[in-house]
T-cell receptor, first 112, second 118 residues
Framework: KNQVEQSPQSLIILEGKNCTLQ??????????LRWYKQDTGRGPVSLTI?????NTKSNGRYTATLDADTKQSSLHITASQLSDSASYIC???????????FGQGTELSVKP | KAGVTQTPRYLIKTRGQQVTLSCSPI?????VSWYQQTPGQGLQFLFE???????NKGNFPGRFSGRQFSNSRSEMNVSTLELGDSALYLC?????????????????FGEGSRLTVL
């Protein structure tokens, strides 16, 4: 069964600290993996898209990694800001069926 | 450049009724996809349209349907509403297909339509 699991479910960190969010997937055949940021009451915003051949991609203070062998991805946030408080969603696309499979998200709270 | 526009933003319906939601994509985008978001299930993919044709479909019953017009605007319809259909319905547009073989289209989401079924 195609699944995407994210951990932790929620996380509280202090402003200025770094953090890493995890995403494990069982989607096959794999097409690509995306990370989205969703602020409360808003639609998700794309952070990165990675295909099979890419293992690192950065977008400002956000760096995503992908290990297609172990089917794991991580999103690292450097020098966190209060505006980073949001839900971070991992999405995996399968090459067959055309479905996008979403993780449940990690709720990040950055405190001053 | 205008973003993805969804209407209405909020609506309340009763069980058994039907509802139609509208999505206007970013100008030039030909793919529109729809998603259901609930606290318990998270985000779930409903379907994706490209050039007026449904290209990909999630695991939702036939009560959920959609269509895309020649100007890429899209509508989704839910018939015979159930309490469990209460959710935030999100629409996203992309230049190319978001799902399926080679589908790497970056998704741009609207703010959503929040449906409450009483």
């Amino acid at each position: 069964k195609n699944q995407v699991e994210q951990s932790p479910q929620s996380l509280i960190i202090l402003e200025g600290k770094n953090c890493t969010l995890q995403c494990n997937y069982t989607v096959s055949p794999f097409s690509n993996l995306r990370w989205y940021k969703q602020d409360t009451g808003r639609g998700p915003v794309s952070l990165t898209i990675m295909t099979f051949s890419e293992n690192t991609k950065s977008n400002g203070r956000y760096t995503a990694t992908l290990d297609a062998d172990t089917k794991q991805s991580s999103l690292h946030i450097t020098a966190s800001q209060l505006s980073d408080s949001a839900s971070y969603i991992c999405v995996v696309s399968a090459n067959q069926g055309g479905k996008l499979i979403f993780g449940q998200g990690t709720e990040l709270s950055v405190k001053p | 450049k205008a973003g993805v526009t969804q209407t209405p933003r909020y609506l309340i319906k009763t069980r058994g009724q039907q509802v139609t939601l509208s999505c206007s994509p970013i100008s030039g985008h030909r793919s529109v996809s729809w998603y259901q978001q609930t606290p318990g299930q998270g985000l779930q993919f409903l379907f994706e349209y490209f050039s007026e044709t449904q290209r990909n479909k999630g695991n939702f019953p036939g009560r959920f349907s959609g269509r895309q017009f020649s100007n890429s605007r899209s509508e989704m319809n839910v018939s015979t509403l159930e309490l469990g259909d209460s959710a935030l319905y999100l629409c996203a547009s992309s230049l190319e297909l978001a799902g399926g073989p080679g589908g790497t289209g970056e998704l741009f989401f609207g703010e959503g339509s929040r449906l409450t079924v009483l």
